[in-house]
């Protein structure tokens, strides 16, 4: 495939745009090469700007579960705009998904909406800090929750020290009041807890981690975390901008039979407009601002085109909820092709999955954790994403990163991603 015009367009933004780029994962730092600039997209396919055809498995790192495209989706934000695109006051649609979204998530009653992912978890934690009266969270390693200040920060020495920021510009104040602990191991955060006696407000988390590659929390990690938090009076957040509408109606909550305090939304509930979103019960959501004394707000926040695209992608999963298997069986057959076809070529692999979530790390280690992850080979997932996207495959341009499937993608496509790997040297 020729990426020419890709990389002129490339360098041309480079000169406008921090990168070339308005977020960093989109730049192919992690694999090298251009980054494919995309003219249109339908359905399963993404068409790029040199007229190559790839079938797409980020569905824009997830919101577009039903395809790219989907015409109620689109028809719904068409028919919006032609009626204004933003008022700054209330209007009937905000409720109207607000509704839905209560009645498909279990332990909710109340949710705001907001423009992004990383606004809901920013305002999941203030709004846990003005709830409990503390400070500090912990946060996993490995575990993504936007780039807000509180969010960036990495291990110290040791999952019981203070973690230290991992991006200039975040202040060592904010740093030391998120702790870190390992993904899957308890103790690390039992230890944490122990040492911060009455000074955690909440332990947020991403139920199945997406952002390490697809992790799986094993049964007693997320009980224990659960029992945790209740015996401590500490809010436990479900960061479910990955999960949430894409493992099932009701997300991990629903799938793993775990009650969250506080949960955050982003990616599908916007239908592929920009949407975050949090909600909780009618206790805790009563302390948000006019309601209560936290404060959070947004000029564009429930905008009427977002809430229209939300409104069209919930509905259509409400009422057709088989939707969720034939997306987790169409991945589970991914995930035993590629598994023949690697298993096949002896080099060392790890394929994790759940529900419509599938990674392939290139480690003979199972992949529980960040540190697990971060063994996989890395010069092997750059010859596979390469090779793969030369056959017009187009994966996540990361080892950390799970690939989203869309039910617009057919077993056809399965099968000729399944076929493109197989004749691949890796
Ligand atoms: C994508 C993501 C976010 C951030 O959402 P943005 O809309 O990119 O700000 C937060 N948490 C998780 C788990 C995510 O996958």
Not at 162 to 173: D, I, L
Not at 238 to 253: C, I, N, S, Y
Not at 294 to 319: F, K
Request: hydrophobic share 40%.
């Amino acid at each position: 495939m020729i990426y020419k015009r890709s990389s002129t367009l490339f360098n041309e933004a480079k000169q406008y745009i921090p990168g070339g780029v308005n977020s960093p994962v989109r730049a192919f730092n992690a694999v090298g090469g251009t980054p494919i600039f995309v003219k249109e997209a339908k359905g399963a396919y993404l068409y790029d700007e040199d007229g190559n055809k790839l079938i797409d498995y980020i569905a824009s790192w997830g919101p577009l579960i039903l395809g790219h495209a989907h015409e109620p989706v689109i028809n719904a934000v068409i028919e919006k705009a032609k009626k204004g695109t933003s008022f700054g006051m209330p209007t009937e649609i905000e409720t109207e998904l607000a509704k839905l979204a209560v009645s498909m998530v279990p332990n909710i009653d109340k949710i705001r909406f907001v423009n992004s992912g990383t606004e809901a978890c920013m305002s999941a934690v203030r709004l846990a800090r003005g709830y409990t009266g503390k400070d500090k969270i912990i946060k996993f390693a490995g575990c993504y929750h936007g780039h807000s200040d509180s969010f960036l920060i990495q291990a110290g020495s040791g999952a019981v020290t203070f973690g230290s920021p991992n991006s200039p510009g975040v202040t060592q104040g904010t740093a030391k009041d998120t702790l870190l602990a390992n993904y899957n191991d308890l103790k690390s955060v039992e230890a944490l807890v122990a040492a911060n006696k009455n000074e955690i407000a909440a332990i947020i988390i991403e139920p199945i981690a997406g952002n390490m590659g697809c992790i799986i929390p094993s049964e007693d990690f997320i009980k224990g975390l659960r029992e945790l938090c209740t015996q401590h009076g500490i809010l436990l957040i479900f960061d479910e901008v990955m999960t949430g509408f894409r493992l099932a109606k009701g997300g991990a909550q629903e799938v793993l039979g775990i009650d969250a305090d506080i949960v955050t939304f982003g990616k599908v509930i916007g239908g592929g407009l920009p949407v975050g979103a949090f909600a909780a019960r009618k206790e805790i959501m009563g302390y948000l601002a006019p309601e209560g004394p936290v404060y959070q707000a947004g000029t564009l926040s429930g905008n009427p085109l977002a809430m229209s695209a939300g409104l069209a992608m919930l509905t259509e999963l409400n009422n057709n909820p088989d939707i969720f298997r034939s997306l987790a069986d169409k991945t589970a057959y991914l995930h035993k092709g590629l598994d023949a076809v690697l298993a096949a070529k002896n080099i060392p692999y790890q394929i994790n999955r759940f529900g419509s979530m599938i990674s392939v790390h290139f480690t003979d280690e199972p992949v529980v954790d960040f540190t697990s992850s971060a063994k996989g080979n890395n010069e092997t997932f750059k010859k596979y994403f390469h090779g793969m996207l030369a056959k017009g495959i187009y994966l996540p341009p990361s080892a950390f990163e799970s690939y989203f499937l869309n039910d617009a993608i057919s077993y056809d496509d399965l099968d000729a991603t399944i076929k493109a790997l197989k004749e691949l040297e890796l």
